[in-house]
């Protein structure tokens, strides 16, 4: 009897495929990677659940994805660690109305980038290990970092994360992903940018430990100096109306303020697909004489200490950048 799985008016011989399969239900079956299943195994379930109708619903897609990954031993390393990367295919994430053809393509063209310009080492600590320390500094008793990773808990929104961490504690984090724009121009799309909930007063103590610099506008100048490394001209910002969580009634992970009036405030400006912003590359800062006398020394200091954390980041990233 000949298995086939009927979707629409397509019919897929299931036979034919069976390496496709194997690697499918390989990942269904994967007990780690999916979460938290100590404390709601049922929502690790309904992600398994989920995931496995969205793929045998999109046979051809998720076939292509997978061919992808499963023919670099490397890259298929990073899928088996990282479930949610397949997840993220299956899933209406990113931003607000993607499609699967559209998250499919992002993700390969993703991964091909980094591995034109990261060597493996990189790739090995972003999504196999911890990520790569950026930036650490002493601060109150314990250590404020900078990290490059990949950060499950925002998967929703990215495939790359920078996360600015004390101690063990995430305080503020950006998810992006790099993918090429509609005129097939590499960019770097920036899908998030979240505080921790119940750090409010560590973002309000950090802003004053930075000279008035927000933690906010901290992230998003790393931002800027790992997109110059990396060699890259575009930056993009999902605005409001194209950040998915703002769509959905449930969901508790909305935006508390307005990405739009920070991304203008960083100088954006919005697209024609107004689901986005584009950023400027180069951060404007304000000349001495815009700036009162009275604060001139405060912006010294500011200025010196994001100097220091540029060339931290651009140190601690140019080992693994492939010339």
Known sequence: MRWRLKYGMKKYNIKKHPTYWRMLFSFIRKKSGWGSSLSAPQLTYWRRFIFSACALGNYKLMANLLDFFGVDPFRLS???????????????????HS???????ISKEHFLFLQSCLSPAALRCIYLDDGILLWSQQYQDDTLSLKLNFDRFYRKEGLLAVTL??????????????????????????GALQGSSGELQTIRDLTKYFFGYRTKNLIIHVI??????????????VSIYGFQASHNVHSKRRLKTSLD???KEEGGNTCKDLRFFELPLIE?????????SHKRNLYRKRF??????????????????IS
């Open 99 to 105: 499609t699967m053809q559209e998250r499919v393509s």
């Open 78 to 96: 990073i899928a088996i660690a990282n479930p949610a990367i397949l997840e993220q295919a299956t899933r209406h994430w990113l931003y607000y």
């Open 165 to 190: 961490n004390l101690g063990d504690k995430r305080i503020y984090q950006a998810s992006f992903w790099v993918a090429q724009n509609r005129s097939g121009e590499m960019g770097l799309w920036i």
């Open 304 to 321: 010196a200490a994001i100097d220091a954390v540029d060339m931290s980041v651009t140190q601690a990233l140019e080992p693994y950048l």
């Open 284 to 292: 404007l800062r304000k000349s001495q004489q815009e700036i009162a």
């Open 224 to 237: 800027r100096t790992i997109t110059i490394q990396l060699q890259l001209k575009r930056i993009y910002a």
């Open 261 to 263: 009036e920070f991304w």
